[in-house]
């Protein structure tokens, strides 16, 4: 039974897509307790997956592998389950399960088979993670962005329609990079199951190596395109600024499958044991291009005029943030990330979720993002005696939703920051304290640098949008807020208040994580057992 | 026959690009179309092109030459469909942008700044 478990976080989705399907769009209460059973599922089957990949010890395979119809890794294909899987399973689901609510609440209505959608979303995600070869995985990226076009134009209007048209066109030819990549790389080696491309890549000819790596590099800018990788990311915040806020809670973690895959492959077929011409092959763009994502992210954020664009561009920072610490190539650098991509993940979700919670409900038409006034600090006289007053003004009574939205804007943007107390300081002093003790590549300290920098101005351009939103225009009127709504911010900020506290376990789990994924020889001898141990 | 299927692919290659930056949905939508053409010829010719090749082996004794590989028409038939349904998807939404901003052009305007 619990070798089985390893499917289920595709299967549940499905299944519930399918019977959600057949209900039909009237049986609205019937489809809403699907997706909330599916994603409780979901969690449960996650945290089981990492518990059972945390239980096992350091030195024996502790890769979990699932034989589709039992055939061999070699003929068959294999769903792999290790720590880092399980990781981003438990964070896809988590973030799910906050998304639900906002869905639930006033986008469904705006157009339909919008809780299937998200479903198959999952599902791609799910599979996305734990697949083992190379075409499983654009099969499940097309699962998931087939359903993502869905659900970016969710809810129509010509801003959202123009958006998703760029994305749709974007990411088709992204996948066109992808089929390209994966048919070179199986043109070369023969096979696309990815430990035995690990297995293969050391002896790979000299003749054909360039053809490999050239395979290899049309790959990754497949999925770089999908990371937001400047100068390939242009297509993001406005896709992102445009989507329902529960789609782009989810998108948050979508943006996070291009990181996933980068780290996994980077580290199993070009990590150390790839021999001399291919180990760390593009390492340095990573780096490089990390850096280079994390300027633009900068620039765009500070000059972002309403919240979701805002959002948006933390999303490019982070994932900037992410694709420098993952071009370093060190362990304790990607245990650090690891932590990093955790908390941004749930702080973006958040915000995004603030974000959809603050805007106006307007009408079909009417743009649903909160647009910052831009500041106008002369000529407002009118302002200054405000200010000087007499104090006889009537005193303010701030509602009971519109201070929770407060503190959760403000614990967002102290995440996405990452000044302590909480775990955003904690995470990037993880990621960012090992750079500075190893072995540095040259662009290690610009990197650590701009990170710090990046917080710094995350702090400003998020105390500027606040001080906007709630304090500068009393007179705006915040929409009425539901109990789910707010447990849904209060759920994702809780999970990342717990990790402040709780530390030492979640460190370990990640460090052991780092570990596994930095030694490919445990991820291919658990999908490609040595030839005593064959049955 | 490599040499006309490499020249096939190069002009298919570079026609849908230059396509795919034409500031018309239709012109992108047709570029989107060549472009994956393009790279299902690649997948199938991936294998080896050989006229006449069984796809899977008969008779061990023959040997490993005279069959042709089946996994990249496997892939290509799975590229197609995926390929079909989504150039479906966005052909709905390039007539909704048609009809919602009344223009054709992939930013929404009249393609005057």
Known sequence: ?535 | MELVLAIAIGVLVASGTWLLLRPRTFQVIIGLTLVSYAVNLFIFSIGGLRTGADPVLRKAADGIAQYADPLPQALVLTAIVIGFATTALFLVVLLTSRGLNGNDHVDGGDGTP
């Open chain 1, 1 to 535: 039974m619990s070798q089985h478990l390893l499917i289920a976080p595709i299967v549940v989705p499905l299944l519930a897509a399918a019977l959600q399907l057949l209900a039909g769009e009237r049986r609205q209460r019937l489809v809403a307790t699907l997706s909330m059973a599916s994603c409780l599922a979901l969690v449960g089957v996650a945290t089981a997956l990492l518990l059972a990949a945390a239980g096992q010890g350091g030195d024996t395979v502790t890769t979990a592998v699932y034989r589709l119809g039992d055939w061999p890794a070699r003929f068959g294909i294999v769903l792999v389950g290790d720590r880092l899987s399980a990781l981003m399973l438990l964070l896809s689901s988590v973030v799910a399960l906050a998304a639900l609510p906002a869905a639930l609440g006033r986008w469904q209505q705006r157009g339909n088979y919008f809780q299937p959608l998200f479903q198959f979303l999952l599902m791609g995600l799910n599979g996305a993670f734990l697949t083992g070869d190379l075409f499983n995985l654009f099969v499940f990226f097309e699962v998931l962005l087939a359903a993502s076009y869905g659900l970016a134009l969710h809810g129509s209007g010509a801003r959202r329609v123009s958006a998703g048209m760029h994305y749709i066109v974007v990411n088709l030819t992204a996948s066109m990079l992808f089929l390209l990549g994966v048919s070179l790389v199986f043109g070369v080696t023969g096979t696309l199951n990815m430990a035995a491309l690990a297995e293969l890549i050391p002896t790979v000819p000299e003749k054909t190596r360039a053809l490999l790596h050239a395979g290899a590099a049309i790959l990754g800018i497949a999925f770089l395109i999908k990371t937001a990788m400047w100068p390939l990311g242009f297509w993001l915040p406005r896709t992102y600024a445009a989507s329902a806020p529960a789609v782009a809670a989810m998108f948050a973690v979508m943006t996070k499958v291009g990181i996933y895959v980068l780290l996994r492959l980077g580290l199993l077929l070009f990590g150390d044991g790839a021999g001399p011409a291919s180990s760390h092959f593009g390492a340095d763009w990573l780096l490089w291009g990390g850096i280079a994502t994390i300027v633009a992210g900068v620039v765009g954020m500070l000059g972002a005029r309403d919240l979701g664009k805002l959002a948006g561009y933390n999303v490019v920072i982070s994932s900037g943030t992410l694709l420098g610490a993952v071009g370093l190539q060190q362990p304790a650098v990607t245990a650090g990330a690891l932590a990093y991509l955790v908390i941004s993940t749930l702080g973006i979700a958040a915000l995004f979720l603030v974000a959809g919670l603050l805007a106006p409900e307007g009408e079909e038409e009417a743009d649903d993002a909160l647009a910052l006034e831009p500041y106008e600090p002369v000529g407002s006289e009118v302002r200054s005696d405000d200010l000087y007053a007499d104090e006889d003004e009537s005193r303010t009574v701030i509602p009971a939703p519109v201070a929770m939205l407060g503190v959760s804007f403000t614990a967002c943007a102290l995440l996405l920051a990452g000044l302590p107390p909480l775990s955003g300081f904690l995470a990037k002093f993880a990621m960012l304290a090992p750079m500075l003790e190893a072995p540095t590549r040259p662009g290690t300290h610009a990197l650590f640098a701009l990170v710090i920098i990046a917080g710094f101005c995350t702090v400003i351009a998020l105390c500027r949008a606040g001080i906007q939103i709630f304090w500068a225009e009393t007179d705006r009127r915040f929409p009425q807020v539901r109990v789910t709504e707010i447990g849904a911010i209060a759920l994702l900020l809780g999970l990342c208040l717990l990790l402040t506290v709780v530390v030492q376990a979640p460190l370990d789990y990640l460090d052991a994580a780092a570990r596994q994924l930095h030694d490919p020889g445990n991820y291919v001898h658990g999908v490609l057992p040595p030839a005593e141990m064959r049955p």
